[in-house]
């Protein structure tokens, strides 16, 4: 131990004799450890916030639809089918829905519509809350009542104000119009920032009762698609999907058929996951490039400093210094060089990372992983690098290092 600290001593008052050179040696290394700290960091803040945006929209949430082996076999998604779904203990709820284009007329003009039939847990997965009225239930549906329910800024683009509960809307579906009364209006989640909602030109849309739209465009209540919502977030999504999937077989008689394809949000959030990931890896790796630069400079000023301490080496090899003492002190020097550099290195990245938090309101998670595998990984790179021109010191024959000028 006594002889560490006397390696550590001598590296010090000779890194702090020759500063210029010392930083300029070290500069590789800061730069490279700042690259992959602020990378990491904001490839770290960035999936955080997009978890969790991502899990308050769709946590819990799992989608099943119907292939197209069952629609070749006219297989569909039934009423009576989501209602054997909703009483599994797992469940707590399933949303159905049913997209058709149509148009509507008011005094701001003429509208492009969406008009989407829904079940009445449909307002369990929609993210948004209501402003005005209340949404439709499952009474609405078994008469096929004609109402509906639209957001705040569609209804502020078909009346120019949102306070319209009571209004009627004529909707024309193939040819085929229906009034529908408006019983609620809703209003949009704050959007995050990597998860939008809305964008420019999205057309107005219309939610209504699934049995009320089959009467208006003749359809059926048959569904290719429905959105099951778990009564337990935390529960395995693959657990329910299968008892789910498990429930349509034995009704549908088509076990092994693949007839009901599924895909949960946390499914999504693990590919996206691993996606980033692999970007944030990449980028580190690039950036990391520039520690081998570094090194290589390590292993320059190293060999420079051998060489003018040639005299030196020789004079302790002349007085008894063991091959393995002058191999430790330059080992120990060049690793403490690196090592400052790298702790220099996660200053400057995690300052950078908050300045680019701040210019581009881009979150940041400081990851304190990275931070020491970073400084470690610098230290290595002093030992390797610092490895040749070590042994170099070592091998020197001290007559000839005495003789040296």
């Known amino acids: 131990m006594g002889g560490l600290f006397e390696y550590v001593k001598m590296a010090v008052q000779n890194i702090r004799a020759n500063k210029g050179r010392s930083f300029l040696t070290m500069l590789g290394i800061i730069i490279g450890i700042a690259s992959v700290i602020a990378i990491v960091s904001i490839g770290e803040g960035t999936k955080n916030q997009m978890n969790s945006e991502i899990d308050g929209i769709g946590s819990g949430l799992i989608a099943i639809d119907v292939s197209s082996e069952a629609m070749t076999e006219d297989e569909w998604i039934t009423p009576d089918d989501v209602q054997e779904i909703r009483k599994l203990d797992t469940v707590g709820g399933v949303s159905v829905s049913n997209n058709y284009d149509g148009e509507t007329v008011t005094g701001k003009g003429n509208f492009s519509i969406m008009l989407t039939g829904e079940g009445p847990d449909a307002k369990m997965i929609n993210n948004s809350e209501m402003k005005y009225g209340s949404y439709f239930g499952e009474a609405e549906i078994e008469e096929g009542k004609n109402v509906c329910v639209i957001s705040d800024a569609d209804a502020k683009k078909l009346f120019g104000t949102d306070d319209v509960v009571g209004m009627s809307l004529d909707i024309t579906c193939y040819d085929s119009s229906k009034s529908f009364r408006i019983i609620g209006v809703t209003t949009q989640k704050e959007n995050g920032t990597f998860v939008n909602y809305t964008y420019d030109g999205m057309p107005v849309t219309v939610n209504v009762p699934y049995s009320s739209m089959d009467d208006l465009v003749g359809g059926t209540d048959e569904f290719y698609s429905i959105t099951v919502v778990q009564a337990d977030k935390t529960l395995d999504s693959q657990i329910v999907a299968d008892q789910v999937v498990h429930v349509l077989e034995k009704r549908h008689q088509c076990a092994g058929e693949d007839y009901f394809q599924v895909q949960s949000f946390q499914d ?45 080496i020789g004079l302790k090899k002349a007085i008894g210094a063991k091959k393995g003492r002058i191999l430790g002190q330059f080992l120990t020097e060049a690793a403490i060089l690196t090592s400052m ?65």
């Open 268 to 312: 999504v959030l693990q590919s996206m996951n691993e996606m980033l990931g692999m970007v944030t890896a990449f980028i580190s790796f690039v950036a990391g490039i520039s520690l081998l630069v570094g090194g290589i400079g390590v292993m320059n000023i190293m060999l420079v400093s051998v060489t003018e301490r040639t005299k030196e």
């Open 341 to 405: 550099g790298g702790l220099l290195g996660v200053a400057a990245g995690i300052g950078l990372a908050e300045v680019i938090s701040k210019m581009s309101s881009t979150p940041v998670a400081i990851n304190g992983t990275s931070i020491v595998v970073s400084v470690g990984f610098s230290t290595l790179i002093g030992v390797v690098f610092g490895l040749l021109p070590s042994i170099s010191a070592a091998n020197l024959n001290p007559i000839e290092a005495l003789r040296h000028e």
